[in-house]
């Protein structure tokens, strides 16, 4: 088993809480309400210019080029690839770039990409890969989830079916798979038994606070 496998069987309640959250069935019946997707878009924006600082960060704490390489990749595929399609999927709900990069960041928002740096800070690599690796996994998950039959078998009406097609994507699913290839990597050379139980404590509260960011947007709609 896969130490990204071992880590969700160890904290699935707190897995699934956040992959199976109201908010992304919302997302998947299209019931979501629209107030609380434009939040979660305004949101996700500035989270994605955490991340990539955390992703900047990774290659500081790389001790080889090939890790090197692997955070900048990284880095590139937030940078390059998905801010730019989050803010042409902004642009579609109303939302300009300068309204986006304008807004505050939300209590939730704050809470978790701090939180990831924080551990990439006081940790190494792999403590840090561990923090992160549930956005991109998840969103990997969800993104097929969501899209079971592909992306063409979603109905072209649906609300929310850009952003559902973003993450099932190719482009994206082989992000995911790079991330869960470095990070079986990285759980090889630094992992330990005696380690993981601080891992999985990581994998858990990185998961939970995925889950208070979509509840976050819930919140923001109701008002």
Known sequence: MSLFERLKTAAATDWNAYVDHAFVRGLGDGTLPEAAFRNYLVQDYLFLIQFARAH?????????????????????????????????????????????????????????????????????????????????LGYAEIGRRLAPGGIGALDAAHPYRAWIAEYAGEAFQQVGVAAHAWLDDLGRRYASDNRFGELVDIFAKAARLEADFWQQGLDAAQG
């Not at 642009?91 to 807004?103: I, K, M, Q, Y």
């Not at 209590?107 to 701090?114: D, N």
Request: a negative charge; glycine letters at 4%; charged letters at 25%.
């Open 56 to 136: 900047a960060l990774a290659a500081y704490k790389s001790r080889t080029m090939a890790d090197m390489r692997a955070a900048k990749d990284g880095l590139a595929a937030i940078v390059d690839v998905e801010m730019n399609l989050h803010l042409r999927l902004c642009e579609r709900w109303g939302l300009s770039a300068a309204d986006v990069e304008a807004a505050p960041e939300q209590r939730a928002t704050v809470a978790y990409t701090r939180f990831v740096l924080d551990i990439g800070m006081s940790g190494d690599l792999l403590d840090l890969q561990v923090a992160l690796i549930p956005c991109t």
